[in-house]
């Protein structure tokens, strides 16, 4: 049995005989149920993302009250970035190496079962593609919310803002994310978007309430 005859009724070929490429990614997702474990992936590390960089900038808008505000901003941005890129690292690596395993163990049981090899096969590529997929959407996710909330940043050496106004403006946006998680939540879910919205969003307003608490039993 040749490659193609393998694929065979498993993508979707146009009149020239081609196959779009997002088309043949998302087939291949979900030939071997990786649609679902992608859009867990970019839920939940988007969420993880924003939570974090919240935290750093409430942390800078404490800072204010007794450092410069340069001094300030620069710490907060460089501690976002960082945050940002440790998560797009961590998030593929990680991923990567898990989903890897996973998936040789169940190909590996499934040859066995089959008592055939299936290295070539329709379902080896698919599984190779959702490896890879899944990795990146777990590596860019995080990183990806992390500019989405620190973006009001730009507006310090625009001139546009002070660093304080700025660091409110990515408190918002964090907020704003997070209910637009929600609503994509809800939406998966089939249920009601708007409490699935208020749900990740009271997320987000208990790290602004904790960090209040702390500011003020430190006195800072």
Not at 83 to 99: C, D, N, P, W
Not at 105 to 116: D, V
Not at 185 to 192: A, K, P
Not at 194 to 210: E, P
């Amino acid at each position: 049995m040749t490659e193609d005859e393998n694929h065979e009724g498993i993508f979707d070929y146009d009149e020239d005989g081609k196959v779009n490429f997002i088309d043949r990614i998302t087939t291949q997702l979900e030939f071997v149920g990786g649609v679902e474990i992608a859009r867990r992936y970019l839920a939940m590390n988007s969420f993880d993302g924003v939570l974090p960089v919240i935290g750093i900038v409430l942390g800078g808008i404490i800072s204010l009250a007794n450092s410069p505000p340069e001094a300030v901003y620069t710490t907060t941005l460089l501690a976002a970035i960082g945050t940002g890129l440790a998560m797009f690292v961590s998030g593929i690596s990680s991923s990567y190496l898990t989903e890897q395993a996973e998936r040789k163990r169940e190909f590996k049981a499934l040859e066995y079962s089959m008592l055939s090899d299936l290295s070539k096969s329709a379902y080896a590529k698919a599984t190779r593609t959702t490896t890879i997929v899944v990795s990146l959407i777990n590596g860019l996710s995080p990183t990806l919310s992390v500019i989405a909330t620190i973006a009001p940043l730009v507006l310090v050496p625009l001139g546009i803002a002070s660093v304080f106004v700025a660091f409110i403006y990515c408190v918002v946006a964090g907020l704003v994310l997070l209910f637009i998680l929600g609503v994509f939540l809800g939406s998966v879910s089939r249920e009601s978007i708007i409490s699935y919205g208020l749900k990740t969003l009271a997320a987000g307003l208990i790290v602004v309430v904790l960090m209040w608490v702390i500011s003020l039993l430190t006195g800072a």
